[in-house]
């Protein structure tokens, strides 16, 4: 069975991955904690498509046990093929570290040159020991 797992929110991290129908959920939830670093935590599953009525909350059954051996078949001799969406909530932490905004290195050299462009004299001028010191 053909599995393509894809997230609600963004579509960075999709995947297809093929399956033995034998399978149970909680090894797809393993397979998407893992593409995420473990950083992940809340991981929701559904099947077919994001409602309630689909959300698939037993770990321990199989892919069959769900409903998916049925799932649309693709042209004839291959596997089934279905779709799982999931939800997580990102990784939450204290530490300061991870909490602040990551640095941008062009956005700081801009704002360097700008800032130089802004001190520097206009071109073709002369500068008089007294404008330079206003400069600095």
Same mark, same amino acid.
């Given at each position: 069975?053909?599995?393509?797992?894809?997230?609600?929110?963004?579509? !960075?991290?999709? !995947?297809?991955?093929?399956?033995?129908?034998?399978?149970?959920? %909680?090894?797809?939830?393993?397979?998407?904690?893992?593409?995420?670093?473990?950083?992940?935590?809340?991981?929701?599953?559904?099947?077919?498509?994001?409602?309630?009525?689909?959300l698939l909350s037993e770990p321990?059954?199989?892919?069959? %046990?769900v409903g998916f051996a049925t799932?649309?078949?693709?042209?004839?001799?291959?596997?089934?093929?279905?779709?799982?969406?999931?939800?997580?909530?990102?990784?939450?932490?204290?530490?300061?570290?991870?909490?602040?905004?990551?640095?941008?290195?062009?956005?700081?050299?801009?704002?360097?040159?700008?800032?130089?462009?802004?001190?520097?004299?206009?071109?073709?001028?002369?500068?008089?020991?007294?404008?330079?010191?206003?400069?600095?």
């Amino acid at each position: 069975m053909v599995v393509h797992v894809r997230g609600v929110t963004w579509q !960075f991290l999709d !995947f297809t991955q093929r399956l033995p129908v034998t399978d149970n959920i %909680a090894s797809i939830m393993h397979l998407i904690t893992t593409r995420h670093g473990g950083s992940i935590t809340g991981l929701t599953l559904y099947k077919d498509e994001v409602h309630p009525r689909n959300l698939l909350s037993e770990p321990r059954k199989t892919l069959d %046990a769900v409903g998916f051996a049925t799932g649309t078949a693709a042209p004839t001799g291959s596997d089934p093929e279905v779709v799982i969406y999931y939800d997580l909530a990102p990784h939450s932490t204290d530490c300061p570290l991870l909490l602040c905004a990551p640095l941008d290195n062009k956005i700081e050299a801009r704002h360097a040159a700008e800032k130089e462009k802004a001190h520097a004299p206009a071109r073709g001028s002369v500068v008089t020991p007294s404008k330079a010191r206003l400069h600095q």
